[in-house]
Each structure stands twice: as structure tokens, then as C-alpha cells.
Nanobody, 112 residues
Framework: QVQLVESGGGLVQTGGSLRLSCAGS?????MAWYRQAPGKQRELVAV???????NYADSVKGRFTISGNDAGNTVDLQMNSLKPDDTAVYYC?????????WGQGTQVTVTS
């Protein structure tokens, strides 16, 4: 069974940094980070293909960096210059063919 396990969330002050990590048990075509704040829909934060191409939400460009390994089964999210608006549960997604797999989520809280 394919599994994704996230780590690295926590509490940080405005302007601080956190690094999220996700390790999967499969080989994924692409891996991504999503987030969901209370009362809001889940939104894409950043995505990385197995070829190394990346894309970011406008709200995090220049502050967040997604990276991963060549095997296509890990993905990290380096988050700098964090803002209170970044507070959310962050989820890792991995895609194999047309099937999508989700991690359990990790909480990120940014205090002002």
C-alpha cells in the first residue's frame, strides 16, 4: 500500500523558517504540497515533477522552495519569511499514473 509520511511542522514567529519533509513508499510522477487553513479550501502550494520541474502558488513565490530526490519518492518544502497567512495544515501529495495519494498532514502555525 502506498503511503506518504510528512514531518517538520510546528510553531514559528512571523519571519521565521520551517522545513517540511515527505517520504513516500512509491515512485511518483510528481509530488506536491497543499495546505488548508481553517474555513478555507485546500490549495496547491508547490509541485515538483520527477524531472525536477517546479511550480508555485503566487502567494509563496520567492519564499518557499520545493525539492526532492531523483528517485521520486521524497519531497521537501523549505519555507522562509513565514507569515500568519501561511498558517494551515500542510499535506503532501504523490501521484502515480492517475491515482493520487495523500499524507496525513502536518500543522504549521505562524504567530504575529
Amino acid at each position: 500500500q502506498v503511503q506518504l509520511v510528512e514531518s517538520g511542522g510546528g510553531l514559528v514567529q512571523t519571519g521565521g523558517s520551517l522545513r517540511l519533509s515527505c517520504a513516500g513508499s512509491g515512485t511518483f510522477v510528481h509530488m506536491a504540497w497543499y495546505r488548508q487553513a481553517p474555513g478555507k479550501q485546500r490549495e496547491l502550494v508547490a509541485v515538483r515533477s520527477v524531472f525536477g520541474t517546479t511550480n508555485y502558488a503566487d502567494s509563496v513565490k520567492g519564499r518557499f522552495t520545493i525539492s526532492g530526490n531523483d528517485a521520486g519518492n521524497t519531497v521537501d518544502l523549505q519555507m522562509n519569511s513565514l507569515k500568519p497567512d501561511d498558517t494551515a495544515v500542510y499535506y503532501c501529495l504523490g501521484k502515480i499514473g492517475v491515482r493520487e495519494y495523500w499524507g496525513q498532514g502536518t500543522q504549521v502555525t505562524v504567530t504575529s
